[in-house]
Structures are given as structure tokens and as C-alpha cells.
């Protein structure tokens, strides 16, 4: 029997909420089909932050890589720690230490009554966002000179080198291939950023002759939000920095439903990925049988499908749009169903069927 072994680290607030529930439907899924899907759990959060003052141990990102499938990350934020420093280094040090180049967001509106876009429920949307997260975010520092001072001075700047950008330009390629996508935006990056668009251009003309299927045109970032936000359907696959990514993702979230429904994949084609859960972590909501686990069930989908476990994908899709049909959800959505209770139709659902 062929089985799928996961980290998990569950977050913060509404995190370990979510995991429970995944963890149900995991464990549907191994009673029906012998699946073997494990998980092993982690503690690195806040409460783990405050009581060691460590964000997540080098020794976990040394060996997960070796021993385990992939991760899944729930939602890290606290306010018991304004600066949200164990957030920012348990994502900084896994992009680092695991070289996860690229992050995918898939975009996708299951049915028409989810989205609260107008004039685009008869469209089908169905798209990809890749960005570029390693030199993006890592490389990037700022400066504050004369700090509480009328004289104040703030330098921010990124960083980019033709070998990180050309890395990232042929995995997204690769994985574009993949995908069976092929038709690219890439998001300019502006004449304002002169010598890092020359870069970037350089290396997609070149490294997209090895793709002949695969199309790209150039927008800057204020047309594409201004296209998507009307023609969502006219799109397949964006391609950008982080900057860029993260409006496009914000805008596509509300396209397809809300933010209850996104995920990411963080990826090392090389080693591992990382499946992000891209709730807040909303702790005033933790425990109030009120929160949204679609976004968590679609990670765990896309984790069985990236790993061969169709079958199992599969039973997770179908269950879900059987709730999308009927109108069962949460209360975010405009339904009336609990946490709990969303999850036992979900598992119910692939007992069944």
C-alpha cells in the first residue's frame, strides 16, 4: 500500500480548527479507500513562539524535506505578537532553507452564486497565479534613518539576480507545461523598474522558445486588475513577482468566493512544497463552530492529486461541489451551516459516493 505522509503545523487562532477538520476528512478517506494518508503535527505558532522564543527549529526544516510528502501550513498571526515576528520567520525560513521558488495560487469559481463580482456568473474562471516569492520576499530590506523625526528618510529595495529570476521563469514553465496551461500574463514590472523588466524579459524570451505551445503577453499591474476585474474568464495563467502576485491573488480571492476558499502552493520541485491555507487566523473566531474549512479541504485535494492519490482527489472535489450545488455553507458565504456540520456532509458525501 503506497501512503502519503504530511506535516502539519497547524498555526495560530483559527488554525487548529481547520486541521481537525482535514484531519477528518483524511481519515474518511483512508477507511474507505486503505489510502494511507498520515499526518504528524507540529507545534510551531505563537504559543510555541512565546513560551521557547523560537519560530520553528532548524532541525525541522533540515529533515522534513526527507521525511515527509509535503506540509501543510494553517494561518499564522497572533496579536499577542504585534510585529508578527514567528509568522514572518516560519515562512521566510521555510522559502529559504527549502529554496521554495515559485507560489501557485489556483483561482477557480466553482459555481456562479459564489462570486460577489457582477456580470461575471455565466464566465467560466479558471486560473493560476505563479509568483516569484524567494528573492521577492528574502532578498528584500528596509531602512529607517531618523526614526520619530520630521527629517525621517525610509529606503525600501528588492533585490533580483539573472539567476534566481531564470530559475524561477523555467520552473513556472515547467510546471505550466504541466498543467496543461498555455496562455501566460506576465505582470510587468514598469519602466520604473528599468533594469530588473529587462531581466525578466530577457529570460522569458528566452527560456519560452523551449515551449512552443505556451504563449505570454506583458500588462502592467494596473491594466490586469482592471481587465480582471471584468474579463476574468480571458485568463490562464498570471505570471509576477511577489508585489504584483499578491494584488492579483487578494482580487482573485474575492472573484471566486472569498478568502475561505484559497490556497497556495509553495514549491521546491526538487524536494517539497508547502500548502498554504490562506485564511487569517481570525483567533477571536477559534473554537465557534463558525469557520470556513473549504479552503483547507481544496489543500488537501490538491495535495492527494500532486502526490498520484486521484481516486481520493477526486471523492474531495466532488463532495465539495455537491455542497457548492446545494448551497451548504458557512456563514461567511451566506449560508447557515456550522464548521462540524459542514464537514460531516463533506465525509458523508464520500462514504457514499
Given at each position: 500500500m503506497s501512503s502519503v505522509r504530511i506535516a502539519v503545523i497547524a498555526g495560530d487562532g483559527i488554525g487548529p480548527d481547520l486541521i481537525s477538520q482535514v484531519e477528518k476528512v483524511s481519515n474518511t478517506l483512508n477507511r474507505k479507500?486503505?489510502?494511507?494518508?498520515?499526518?504528524?503535527?507540529?507545534?510551531?505558532?505563537?504559543?510555541?513562539?512565546?513560551?521557547?522564543?523560537i519560530s520553528i527549529p532548524d532541525e525541522f526544516i533540515h529533515e522534513v524535506g526527507h521525511n515527509?510528502?509535503?506540509?501543510?501550513?494553517?494561518?499564522?498571526?497572533?496579536?499577542?505578537?504585534?510585529?508578527?515576528?514567528?509568522?514572518?520567520?516560519?515562512?521566510?525560513?521555510?522559502?529559504?532553507?527549502?529554496?521554495?521558488?515559485?507560489?501557485?495560487?489556483?483561482?477557480k469559481l466553482f459555481q456562479s452564486w459564489l462570486t460577489t463580482q457582477k456580470d461575471i456568473e455565466s464566465k467560466r474562471v479558471d486560473y493560476l497565479v505563479i509568483k516569484e516569492i524567494f528573492e521577492s520576499t528574502i532578498a528584500s530590506s528596509e531602512q529607517i534613518f531618523n526614526k520619530d523625526k520630521e527629517s525621517a528618510l525610509i529606503l525600501q529595495s528588492n533585490v533580483f539576480t539573472n539567476k534566481n529570476i531564470r530559475n524561477f521563469i523555467?520552473?513556472?514553465?515547467?510546471?505550466?507545461?504541466?498543467?496543461?496551461?498555455?496562455?501566460?500574463?506576465?505582470?510587468?514590472?514598469?519602466?520604473?523598474?528599468?533594469?530588473?523588466?529587462?531581466?525578466?524579459?530577457?529570460?522569458?524570451?528566452?527560456?519560452?522558445?523551449?515551449?512552443?505551445?505556451?504563449?505570454?503577453?506583458?500588462?502592467?499591474?494596473?491594466?490586469?486588475?482592471?481587465?480582471?476585474?471584468?474579463?476574468?474568464?480571458?485568463?490562464d495563467v498570471f505570471l509576477s513577482t511577489a508585489e504584483n502576485g499578491d494584488v492579483i491573488s487578494a482580487i482573485s480571492s474575492v472573484t471566486m468566493g472569498g478568502y475561505g476558499l484559497?490556497?497556495?502552493?509553495?514549491?521546491?520541485?526538487?524536494?517539497?512544497?508547502?500548502?498554504?491555507?490562506?485564511?487569517a487566523s481570525s483567533t477571536k473566531l477559534a473554537g465557534s463552530n463558525t469557520i470556513n474549512p473549504f479552503g483547507a479541504f481544496l489543500a488537501l485535494?490538491?495535495?492527494?492529486?500532486?502526490?498520484?492519490?486521484?481516486?481520493?482527489?477526486?471523492?474531495?472535489?466532488?463532495?465539495?461541489m455537491a455542497n457548492f450545488s446545494n448551497h451548504w455553507v458557512t456563514i461567511d458565504m451566506g449560508g447557515i451551516m456550522g464548521t462540524e456540520e459542514l464537514t460531516d456532509y463533506i465525509c458523508d458525501h464520500i462514504k457514499t459516493n
Open positions: 479507500y486503505n489510502s494511507g494518508i498520515e499526518f504528524s503535527s507540529f507545534p510551531y505558532s505563537a504559543d510555541y513562539y512565546i513560551k521557547s522564543g515527509f510528502d509535503a506540509i501543510l501550513l494553517g494561518p499564522l498571526g497572533d496579536p499577542r505578537i504585534a510585529d508578527m515576528k514567528h509568522a514572518r520567520e516560519i515562512i521566510y525560513k521555510l522559502r529559504n532553507r527549502l529554496s521554495l521558488t515559485m507560489s501557485v495560487h489556483p483561482v523555467q520552473v513556472a514553465f515547467d510546471y505550466i507545461h504541466k498543467m496543461n496551461r498555455t496562455k501566460v500574463c506576465f505582470i510587468d514590472q514598469g519602466l520604473k523598474f528599468r533594469h530588473s523588466q529587462l531581466a525578466w524579459n530577457s529570460a522569458i524570451s528566452e527560456i519560452r522558445e523551449k515551449y512552443p505551445e505556451i504563449t505570454i503577453a506583458n500588462k502592467y499591474i494596473n491594466a490586469a486588475i482592471k481587465d480582471l476585474l471584468v474579463n476574468p474568464d480571458e485568463y484559497s490556497y497556495s502552493i509553495e514549491i521546491n520541485p526538487e524536494l517539497i512544497s508547502v500548502y498554504r491555507i490562506m485564511q485535494q490538491q495535495i492527494l492529486f500532486d502526490l498520484g492519490f486521484t481516486q481520493e482527489s477526486t471523492s474531495i472535489t466532488d463532495a465539495l
